[in-house]
């Protein structure tokens, strides 16, 4: 059974960077996506962007480009993503799921969330 | 952008009635690129439905999807307890994916 999971919750003063882990169970790694999607507290879900994990190919939402930063390590089988310069309409929770490279953007399985408090 | 827009925002029903959720898009939407998941308070979201209509594994057949174009609907008959959620629609055939701002259902 593929199972996300996510590293704990984060506490940051404004202007400190986040990196926020995905660590994949059961499944070939390499053959799937990795988006990652935020939910600001009471609101609705958002792409910021996404990584192939076999080549390292990253795509960013305009929203989210030069804040984000999408990285991959394929001996552990986790992903990374990594969010600068935060400010406190970053707090949220931040969600990793997989998607077929078949259909990307189809989000299958879900890790189980990562808060991030910036104040 | 594909914008979607989902309505009611919030379903009062009872156990055993059927919900119907709406969610519109801002241009056509492909059948093979729409998908709902539930999200139950406090938790991750679930795929329920992609495809407009196929469930995902493990999905009670009372989760029923259709539409086409830029109308789709998800129904619930049936509604049971465990189905207390918020139910978003997400379209993934145009860049960015993007998703409704969600029903919320209250049993």
């Known amino acids: 059974q593929a199972r996300l999971e996510q590293s704990g919750a984060e506490v940051k003063t404004p202007g400190a960077s986040v990196t926020i882990s995905c660590k994949a169970f059961?499944?070939?790694?390499?053959?799937?996506?990795i988006f990652w999607v935020r939910q600001a507290p009471g609101q609705g879900l958002e792409w910021m962007g996404a990584?192939?994990?076999?080549?390292?190919?990253?795509s960013y939402a305009q929203k989210f480009q030069g804040e984000v930063t999408l990285t991959r390590d394929t001996s552990t089988n986790t992903t990374y993503m990594h969010l600068s310069s935060l400010r406190s309409q970053d707090t949220a929770v931040y969600f990793c799921?997989?998607?077929?490279?078949?259909?990307?953007?189809?989000?299958?399985?879900w890790g189980q969330g990562t808060l991030v408090t910036v104040s | 952008e594909t914008v979607l827009t989902q309505s009611p925002g919030t379903l009062s029903l009872s156990p055993g009635e059927t919900a119907t959720l709406s969610c519109r898009a801002s241009?056509?939407?492909?059948?093979?690129?729409l998908a709902w998941y539930q999200q139950k308070p406090g938790q991750a979201p679930r795929l329920l439905i992609s495809?407009?209509?196929t469930r995902a594994t493990g999905i009670p057949d009372r989760f029923s999807g259709s539409g086409s174009g830029t109308e789709f609907t998800l129904t619930i008959s049936g509604l049971e307890p465990e189905d207390l959620a918020t139910y978003f629609c997400?379209?993934?055939?145009?860049?960015?994916?993007?998703f409704g701002p969600g029903t919320k259902v209250d049993i």
């Open positions: 997400q379209q993934y055939g145009d860049s960015p994916v993007t």
């Open positions: 059961g499944y070939i790694f390499s053959d799937y996506y």
């Open positions: 495809g407009t209509s």
């Open positions: 799921a997989r998607a077929p490279i078949r259909l990307p953007g189809l989000l299958e399985y």
């Open positions: 990584i192939t994990p076999k080549s390292g190919t990253t």
């Open positions: 241009q056509s939407v492909g059948s093979k690129y």
